[in-house]
């Protein structure tokens, strides 16, 4: 099998299975599987596979069918141009969430040796993104889970952060707390119970304790608003990754918590995704 015919083979495999953006997957997967960029991939395509790699694509595939994450198969998932090792117990790190970091990095421009800390951090992407493009910046992350927190120290060794801390804690019971930061980032998890069945079936293989935030989706928000907004400096920023349709409600809570400067920011796809505000 050429590299063509492995590509073509991937996309119809992909397509059958219902998967949506076929193209960039088929991509990812013949990239992941022959080691090479996508430039040699145009001019190499007529190169047979290695029995080894035609093993490799048909275990990927295998796993693809059932709709296993893509990210879980492959253990590593790029991120605001950074790598991050992923797998189960692991919410994935989605392109939704750059737009997060990105509004960080505007807040902490100019600000010096900025304190920050990121609320329930899973992989760490966030947190230890903004500790990479930030350096004189110092990022607490807190997880909760064991499980997850071991992907994340493994992830601040991995990207060679020196400024990042992960602790082991539970925002419930205000883990890190005590100090006073700059800037409190969160993606926490904030799918209503309700909308938990109509998941994705990838979404389906990630952390249920990553995705649900109670009965309206809102948990985690009320909780951190209540218990962190004496752990900010003052003029310092709340940020909120958070879900379809929920901005409205979250604006509310920080309102009515007596923030100002309220305001959001949409994702690639136009959603209201990010919600900030300031002390
Ligand atoms: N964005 C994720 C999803 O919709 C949810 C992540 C979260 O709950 N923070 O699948």
């Known amino acids: 099998m050429t590299i063509f015919e492995a590509y073509n083979h991937t996309k119809q495999t992909l397509e059958k299975a ?3 953006d076929v193209v960039f997957e088929a991509k990812q997967i013949i990239r992941h599987v022959t080691g090479l960029t996508n430039a040699q991939i145009l001019t190499r395509y007529t190169n047979p596979l290695t029995p080894y790699q035609q093993n490799m694509l048909t275990a ?8 296993y994450p893509l990210q879980y198969i492959f253990g590593e998932w790029s991120f605001c141009g950074n790598d991050f090792e992923v797998g189960p117990g692991v919410l994935c790190p989605r392109p939704d969430t750059e737009v997060l970091v ?22 760490g992407c966030i947190g230890i993104s903004i500790a990479k493009a930030v350096p004189d910046a110092q990022v607490t992350l807190v997880e909760k889970f064991e499980v997850t927190k071991r992907y994340l120290d493994r992830n601040i060794r991995r990207n060679g952060v ?17 100090d006073r930061y700059d800037l409190i980032v969160s993606n926490p998890p904030y799918i209503p119970e309700g909308e938990m069945a109509t998941v994705s079936p990838e979404t389906k293989f990630e952390p249920e304790a990553a995705l649900l935030g109670g009965q309206d989706g809102l948990d985690f928000f009320r ?8 752990s900010l400096k003052p003029d310092g920023m709340l940020a909120f990754e958070v879900g379809f349709g929920e901005s409205g409600a979250v604006q509310a809570l920080l309102e009515n918590a007596g923030f100002g400067d309220i305001g959001t920011t949409k994702d690639y796809n136009g959603v209201e995704r990010v919600v900030f505000a300031k002390k």
Request: hydrophobic share 45%; net charge negative.
């Open 60 to 67: 990927i595939l295998r796993q693809r069918e059932i709709r």
């Open 102 to 123: 990105e509004h960080a990095l505007r807040f902490l421009k100019g600000r010096e040796q900025p304190a920050v800390l990121d609320l329930c951090a899973g992989s």
């Open 18 to 20: 219902g998967i949506e």
């Open 162 to 178: 020196q400024n990042a801390t992960a602790v082991l804690g539970d925002v419930l019971e205000q883990a890190a707390a005590e």
């Open 223 to 230: 909780v951190i608003i209540d218990r962190y907004t004496q």
